[in-house]
T-cell receptor, first 111, second 115 residues
Framework: DAKTTQPNSMESNEEEPVHLPCNHS???????IHWYRQLPSQGPEYVIH???SNVNNRMASLAIAEDRKSSTLILHRATLRDAAVYYC????????????FGTGTRLKVLA | DAGVIQSPRHEVTEMGQEVTLRCKPI?????LFWYRQTMMRGLELLIY????????DSGMPEDRFSAKMPNASFSTLKIQPSEPRDSAVYFC?????????????FGDGTRLSIL
């Protein structure tokens, strides 16, 4: 399974944008890039996913590099409620339907 | 819409006892996943089902662990006998079709403590 690399932790000020990076240099052409976040004492929560093009939804934006070897999750205005561990995961379109969770990035939002 | 429902939310029991964790997936979802989360190992996939049939149980740590899905709306994860090292948060998740572009929906987990 292709692996992802994320910084262990990041900090952001409240109401400022946050850019969470993820490297996935061994990504295959059919792997989707998924982002989840886990708030304290809760299960992981789906945030966004993409294949090749940048994606936007009500929670965040996903910017995917042209060579697909990296991606960035963008929170446009961080709030205290966005403090969580953010996971970047690659998911194949066939074969195995497993998620392989890495250690993620712990985001701290400062008031 | 109701999400994935897990019960109990917390379980404390003594070593050697049988533990049964329960999961109700989202209606209409045909894939169900069981995960375990610990500080040391993070989130690990234990087993997953498709249309109630176990597809991959390579993550199940030992024969003491077993999982069943008797119907589309219910699954159990059983540990017998339980040991202190089984203490963890166990999550159930479900998804539709299991395709690469379909997200998994997680429950809030069962926090298991084995004394």
């Amino acid at each position: 399974d292709a692996k992802t690399t994320q910084p262990n932790s990041m900090e952001s000020n409240e109401e400022e944008p946050v850019h969470l990076p993820c490297n996935h240099s061994t990504i295959s052409g059919t792997d989707y890039i998924h982002w989840y976040r886990q708030l304290p004492s809760q299960g992981p929560e789906y945030v966004i996913h993409g294949l090749t093009s940048n994606v936007n939804n009500r929670m965040a934006s996903l910017a995917i590099a042209e060579d697909r070897k990296s991606s960035t999750l963008i929170l446009h205005r961080a709030t205290l409620r966005d403090a969580a561990v953010y996971y970047c995961i690659l998911r194949a379109t066939s074969g195995t339907y497993k998620y392989i969770f890495g250690t993620g990035t712990r985001l701290k939002v400062l008031a | 819409d109701a999400g994935v429902i897990q019960s109990p939310r917390h379980e404390v029991t003594e070593m050697g006892q049988e533990v049964t964790l329960r999961c109700k997936p989202i209606s209409g979802h045909d894939y169900l996943f069981w995960y375990r989360q610990t500080m040391m190992r993070g989130l690990e996939l234990l087993i997953y089902f498709n249309n109630n049939v176990p597809i991959d149980d390579s993550g199940m740590p030992e024969d003491r662990f077993s999982a069943k899905m008797p119907n589309a709306s219910f699954s159990t994860l059983k540990i017998q006998p339980s040991e202190p090292r089984d203490s963890a948060v166990y999550f159930c998740a479900s998804s539709f079709l299991g395709l690469g572009n379909q997200p998994q929906h997680f429950g809030d987990g069962t926090r298991l403590s084995i004394l």
